[in-house]
């Protein structure tokens, strides 16, 4: 049985990114910027992580970054720990207004334990940390602890004037 707490150690363990697909840049596709990263783990051999980073190419304030896990139970399989979202550019098909701005999702152990087979991190909290997928894409992979990254994006490694527009 996964407890909330397993869950904030599995994000917060230290990881390492060990592939990334495409190697530079991103691949387009369906109208999205995408690429995906194999991480591991110097702590537990049995832990497997991967990130995926989706962008809209015309709405780039719309993207999702997110940390998934390959649990050791089978009927479970592979959940989505934790994922980074841009404001989905609508008013809100929901009370708290999350579609509206950046947000974050997290799965509970509770969700995990619901007998779904794939259960959805519904919890979720609007946060102020970042407002572009730049800002958003460092604090994922700070907060998740993938400490080569600026290997991967180098970009990260200082922040550009207004983000790069002119």
């Known amino acids: 049985m996964i407890t909330d ?30 690429c995906d990263l194999d991480l591991r783990t110097d702590v537990s051999d049995a832990a497997t992580f991967k990130v995926f980073i989706r962008q809209n190419t015309r709405f780039i304030d719309n993207f999702s970054i997110g940390l998934r896990y390959k649990t050791r139970d089978k009927s479970l399989g592979t959940i989505t720990l934790v994922r980074y979202n841009g404001p989905h550019g609508e ?28 259960p959805q991190e519904r919890h979720r909290e609007i946060t102020d ?4 997928y730049e ?23 200082q922040g550009r004037l207004f983000n790069g527009h002119r």
């Open 5 to 34: 707490q397993d869950i904030q150690d599995l994000i917060r363990l230290p990881k390492i990114i060990v592939d990334k697909r495409p190697t530079v840049g991103y691949r387009e596709e369906n109208g999205q910027r995408r």
């Open 91 to 118: 008013i809100s098909r929901h009370p708290d207004g999350h579609y509206a701005k950046p947000h974050i999702h997290r799965i509970t152990a509770a969700e995990i334990a619901s007998g779904s087979t794939h």
């Open 129 to 132: 940390r970042y407002s572009t």
């Open 135 to 157: 800002q958003a894409l460092i604090v994922f992979l700070n907060d998740i602890e993938a400490y080569d990254h600026t290997v991967y994006f180098p970009g990260l490694r």
